[in-house]
């Protein structure tokens, strides 16, 4: 969790959170009113046309932004963690309902990454696109510098977010500076463009403009997307300093921008590049360097968001061990996932080299995000009712809201599925399948591991029939079900005769909470002959560290000698079998996944000189 709590840490942090969390919101003016008007589905920039549009991103911001994220999403904090699957763990009660929201947590979460993938490749393509309107001479060179950026982008990510974050904040406050000026200098010179205040402009462009007008919904979302990112990186820094650099920074500079751009599509209606060309022809370039930096920073919400939803996902058991890195050691939120870095680093080079320009690419923008934002809000009504208690006919209103703009959204996005937007679709799919395919995997393995484990109790009854040999130290076996004999154990005495002087068969499970308290992390249950169960319990959001945590052994009365360790796994060698199970196809990708999972020895941090692997096989 962030320390953003300490005043004195209240300032840099809420910096930080500028430099981080609203790179996205931050940089969609780049785009946004220019796919309004000159993007796939878009109107022409009349008088009534650019007044309606502009009411229309102006209540998007205020409605979807300021009311539904910052003040009630932020609210959902699971013991200060943000995002869909911090969300989806707080869902309580039971059975095939939970079960079912569950899912669809877990598929918005499967969404968010494609969004993370196409992020990156929009901001940076829409910011390094206006050194064509500098120098139409350098437009064969727009892919090829994008694609070297975004090599930048992701190669730093090892430094840490709060690194990273650090030098980011001081450019990002001066770009929303940038975009509050610019957008000033034209709504001085036309005031008239204040009209949008009033949201009937926006209620009658819908009107008049028919299907068109609904259309031009999709390109509108745009100024929104960055919603689910800035509560992915809720842990990252706490809810009060991004409500702080939301109300203070943020939203002033973007009504500003936008009004400016409104302004001069309203005078100057032939403008093709309403962002760019708010500015002279002297600070072009110096925007465009300043843009490209914004884009970069841009890229950062949904990586570090990525970063942290990986990190959810294993630990809640759908996926797979992975390397997850500590960038700070204040900030125990901020980590960095080699594998899913360069995953999103090599799926955005290559959508930059298929889409080509922002503009095409706006059409695969948006539709995951509308999709996560109405599962957040399906989720965020059984929250209200049922751990906040709101009165059932306050908690249909406020959802029913928040569905009704969500699913405008979303239809209008519908209509860009076949130009682009079945791409984040399908890597919604597909990571969807793999998470899935995870979690029913170690089901079905515990099961069947589970079911020919010979029980703890009646193991204990043979050591006390028949003692074996007893040799100094404490074995440590670890194993997924508490109440059988782990295999290693069985083999461990079947084929050497002998018993370590204090065996601990122990459980490491991870609970549906962030972070779970030392009291509660070790429990210990003494079952005879020098034989105790064992349990360590972590939370979503804790690195299990197995050893750190055995210190507490002594304390519970296990008299262990912590320097005379040794650690039994059990390493299951997974074949596709003809049990009932998974599909086929399933099965072999559930292999294949556990064969590229980070070694258990390293994912629990124990120490690999004091650790032995016994092998067991399990058909699936």
Known sequence: ????????????????????????????????????????????????????????????????????????????????????????????????????????????????????????????LGAVEGLKVATPVLDPYIVPVAVVILVVVFAIQRHGTHRVGRLFGPIMVGWFAVLALLGIVWIVRYPDVLAAIDPRHAVRFLMENGGLGFAVLGAVFLVVTGGEALYADMGHFGARPIRIAWFAVVLPALLLNYFGQGALLLHVPTTRDPFFELTPAWGLLPLVVLATAAAIIASQALISGAFSLTRQAIQLGYAPRLTVEHTSSWAMGQIYVPQVNWFLAISTILIVIGFGSSGALAAAYGIA????????????????????????????????AFLA????????????VMQGGWLPIAIGIALFTLMTTWKTGRRIVYERLTARAFPLEAFVTAVRTA???????????????????????????????????HVVVLTVATVPTPHVSRDERLTVRPIGAEIYNARIQYGFMEDPDVPGALGQLREAGVPI???????????????????????????????????NAVRATAFFKLPPERVVELGVQVEM
């Open 467 to 501: 003692p074996p040999t007893r040799v100094p130290g404490t074995a440590i076996f670890m194993t997924a079900q508490p109440t059988g004999t782990p295999a290693a154990l069985v083999h461990n005495l079947h084929y050497n005769k002998m018993l370590h002087e």
């Open 405 to 416: 703009i969500d699913l405008s959204f979303f239809s209008a996005n519908l209509l860009k």
């Open 369 to 400: 995000v509308t999709l996560t934002m109405i599962i957040t809000a399906i989720l965020l009504h059984v929250i209200a009712v049922e751990r906040w208690h709101w009165p059932l006919p306050a908690a249909i209103a406020v959802t029913g």
């Open 561 to 595: 000698d912590q320097d005379d360790l040794t650690f039994f796994l059990g390493r299951e060698t997974i074949v596709v079998g003809r049990r009932p199970g998974m599909a086929t196809w399933r099965e072999k990708l559930f292999v294949l996944m556990s064969r």
């Open 1 to 124: 969790m962030s320390s953003s709590g300490h005043p004195r840490a209240l300032l840099p942090v809420t910096l930080t959170a500028i430099g981080v969390v609203y790179g996205d919101i931050g940089t969609s003016p780049l785009y946004a009113m220019r796919e309004c008007f000159f993007g796939s589905h878009s109107v022409p920039p009349t008088h009534d046309n650019v007044l309606g549009v502009l009411s229309l991103i102006v209540y998007s911001l205020l409605l979807v932004i300021s009311v539904k994220y910052i003040a009630i999403v932020l609210r959902a904090d699971n013991q200060g963690e943000g995002g869909i699957l911090a969300l989806t763990a707080l869902i309580p009660g039971a059975g095939k309902r939970r079960g079912v929201l569950i899912l669809l947590g877990i598929f918005g979460a499967a969404l968010l990454y494609g969004d993370g993938m196409i992020t990156p490749a929009i901001t940076v």
